[in-house]
Protein backbone atom coordinates (compact mmCIF):
# COMPACT_ATOMS: atom_id res chain seq x y z
CA UNK A 1 0.00 0.00 0.00
CA UNK A 2 1.53 3.68 -0.78
CA UNK A 3 3.00 5.63 2.11
CA UNK A 4 -0.25 8.05 2.95
CA UNK A 5 -1.60 4.26 3.59
CA UNK A 6 -4.47 4.58 1.04
CA UNK A 7 -5.08 1.97 -1.13
CA UNK A 8 -6.34 3.05 -4.66
CA UNK A 9 -7.87 2.03 -7.67
CA UNK A 10 -4.14 1.55 -9.46
CA UNK A 11 -2.80 -0.70 -6.70
CA UNK A 12 -4.90 -3.88 -7.68
CA UNK A 13 -3.74 -5.20 -10.82
CA UNK A 14 -6.34 -7.65 -11.29
CA UNK A 15 -9.97 -6.49 -12.34
CA UNK A 16 -13.09 -7.88 -12.23
CA UNK A 17 -16.70 -6.47 -12.51
CA UNK A 18 -19.40 -7.76 -10.17
CA UNK A 19 -23.20 -5.44 -10.27
CA UNK A 20 -25.16 -5.54 -6.74
CA UNK A 21 -28.65 -6.40 -5.67
CA UNK A 22 -31.28 -5.28 -4.43
CA UNK A 23 -30.80 -7.52 -1.44
CA UNK A 24 -27.48 -6.46 -1.07
CA UNK A 25 -28.45 -3.66 0.51
CA UNK A 26 -28.88 -3.47 4.32
CA UNK A 27 -31.62 -1.56 6.90
CA UNK A 28 -28.79 1.35 6.84
CA UNK A 29 -29.27 2.10 2.86
CA UNK A 30 -25.77 0.95 2.13
CA UNK A 31 -23.82 -2.71 1.09
CA UNK A 32 -24.02 -5.03 3.81
CA UNK A 33 -20.83 -5.86 5.41
CA UNK A 34 -21.06 -9.87 4.35
CA UNK A 35 -21.34 -9.03 0.91
CA UNK A 36 -18.22 -7.44 0.42
CA UNK A 37 -16.58 -11.21 1.30
CA UNK A 38 -19.00 -12.81 -1.16
CA UNK A 39 -18.10 -10.59 -4.18
CA UNK A 40 -14.58 -10.88 -3.38
CA UNK A 41 -14.77 -14.95 -3.01
CA UNK A 42 -16.90 -14.97 -6.31
CA UNK A 43 -14.51 -12.70 -7.96
CA UNK A 44 -11.44 -14.54 -7.05
CA UNK A 45 -12.57 -17.83 -7.79
CA UNK A 46 -14.28 -16.55 -11.22
CA UNK A 47 -10.78 -15.33 -11.95
CA UNK A 48 -8.94 -18.56 -11.18
CA UNK A 49 -11.50 -20.41 -13.52
CA UNK A 50 -11.33 -18.46 -16.29
CA UNK A 51 -7.55 -17.89 -16.63
CA UNK A 52 -5.64 -20.87 -14.46
CA UNK A 53 -8.52 -23.72 -15.74
CA UNK A 54 -9.67 -24.14 -12.45
CA UNK A 55 -12.57 -26.60 -11.60
CA UNK A 56 -14.18 -26.88 -7.85
CA UNK A 57 -15.75 -29.56 -8.68
CA UNK A 58 -13.30 -31.98 -10.37
CA UNK A 59 -9.72 -30.57 -9.68
CA UNK A 60 -7.66 -32.45 -7.00
CA UNK A 61 -6.40 -29.22 -5.33
CA UNK A 62 -8.94 -26.42 -3.90
CA UNK A 63 -8.30 -23.70 -2.26
CA UNK A 64 -9.75 -23.11 0.95
CA UNK A 65 -10.12 -20.23 2.79
CA UNK A 66 -8.56 -19.75 5.82
CA UNK A 67 -8.34 -16.16 6.91
CA UNK A 68 -9.89 -13.54 5.84
CA UNK A 69 -10.49 -9.28 6.60
CA UNK A 70 -11.65 -6.22 5.59
CA UNK A 71 -11.70 -2.68 6.23
CA UNK A 72 -14.51 -0.43 5.01
CA UNK A 73 -13.31 2.94 4.04
CA UNK A 74 -16.41 4.60 2.31
CA UNK A 75 -19.80 3.49 1.09
CA UNK A 76 -21.56 1.48 -1.70
CA UNK A 77 -24.78 0.61 -2.23
CA UNK A 78 -27.45 -0.52 -4.77
CA UNK A 79 -27.64 -0.21 -7.88
CA UNK A 80 -24.29 0.74 -8.11
CA UNK A 81 -22.07 -1.24 -10.70
CA UNK A 82 -18.60 -2.35 -8.83
CA UNK A 83 -14.96 -3.47 -9.37
CA UNK A 84 -13.59 -6.02 -7.26
CA UNK A 85 -9.61 -5.51 -7.43
CA UNK A 86 -6.98 -7.97 -7.16
CA UNK A 87 -3.66 -8.51 -5.95
CA UNK A 88 -1.52 -10.98 -4.81
CA UNK A 89 1.01 -10.18 -1.57
CA UNK A 90 2.75 -13.55 -1.08
CA UNK A 91 2.48 -16.93 -2.93
CA UNK A 92 3.87 -19.91 -0.65
CA UNK A 93 4.18 -23.87 -1.19
CA UNK A 94 0.65 -24.10 -0.67
CA UNK A 95 -1.21 -21.05 0.34
CA UNK A 96 -1.69 -17.38 -1.70
CA UNK A 97 -2.46 -14.25 0.22
CA UNK A 98 -4.67 -11.97 -1.85
CA UNK A 99 -5.01 -8.64 -1.36
CA UNK A 100 -8.08 -7.16 -2.06
CA UNK A 101 -10.74 -4.09 -3.05
CA UNK A 102 -13.97 -3.08 -3.88
CA UNK A 103 -14.75 0.20 -5.75
CA UNK A 104 -17.39 2.04 -7.74
CA UNK A 105 -17.08 1.11 -11.66
CA UNK A 106 -15.69 3.94 -13.68
CA UNK A 107 -13.05 5.04 -10.70
CA UNK A 108 -9.80 6.46 -11.87
CA UNK A 109 -6.46 5.13 -11.13
CA UNK A 110 -5.78 7.79 -8.47
CA UNK A 111 -8.89 7.43 -7.15
CA UNK A 112 -9.15 5.37 -3.27
CA UNK A 113 -11.02 2.17 -2.67
CA UNK A 114 -14.20 1.97 -0.75
CA UNK A 115 -13.13 -1.15 1.03
CA UNK A 116 -9.47 -3.33 1.23
CA UNK A 117 -9.36 -7.21 2.41
CA UNK A 118 -7.19 -9.81 3.02
CA UNK A 119 -7.90 -13.47 1.98
CA UNK A 120 -5.68 -16.25 2.45
CA UNK A 121 -6.40 -19.77 0.42
CA UNK A 122 -5.00 -22.81 1.41
CA UNK A 123 -4.98 -25.52 -1.27
CA UNK A 124 -6.01 -28.81 0.17
CA UNK A 125 -6.44 -32.42 -1.29
CA UNK A 126 -10.14 -32.97 -2.27
CA UNK A 127 -9.64 -36.30 -0.97
CA UNK A 128 -7.16 -35.92 2.12
CA UNK A 129 -8.07 -32.47 3.12
CA UNK A 130 -4.72 -31.60 4.10
CA UNK A 131 -2.25 -28.93 2.79
CA UNK A 132 -0.90 -29.91 -1.12
CA UNK A 133 1.38 -27.57 -3.94
CA UNK A 134 -0.67 -24.62 -5.50
CA UNK A 135 -1.32 -26.15 -9.45
CA UNK A 136 1.30 -24.99 -11.54
CA UNK A 137 -1.52 -22.88 -13.58
CA UNK A 138 -2.58 -21.37 -11.11
CA UNK A 139 0.65 -20.59 -9.58
CA UNK A 140 1.69 -18.44 -13.42
CA UNK A 141 -1.62 -16.74 -12.71
CA UNK A 142 -0.54 -15.61 -9.49
CA UNK A 143 2.67 -14.30 -10.14
CA UNK A 144 1.47 -12.25 -12.71
CA UNK A 145 -0.86 -10.57 -10.35
CA UNK A 146 1.66 -9.64 -7.96
Known sequence: MPADDVARVRDFPVTWAVQ???????MFGHLNNAIY???????INAWIARDAGADPMTDAALPLVAQSGCRYIGELAYPDDLVVGIGVDRIGSSSVTFRLALYAAGAEPEDPVAAVGSWVHVYVDRVTR??????PEARVVYEAAR
Open 130 to 135: RPCPIP
Open 37 to 43: YALWDSA
Open 20 to 26: TRWTDND
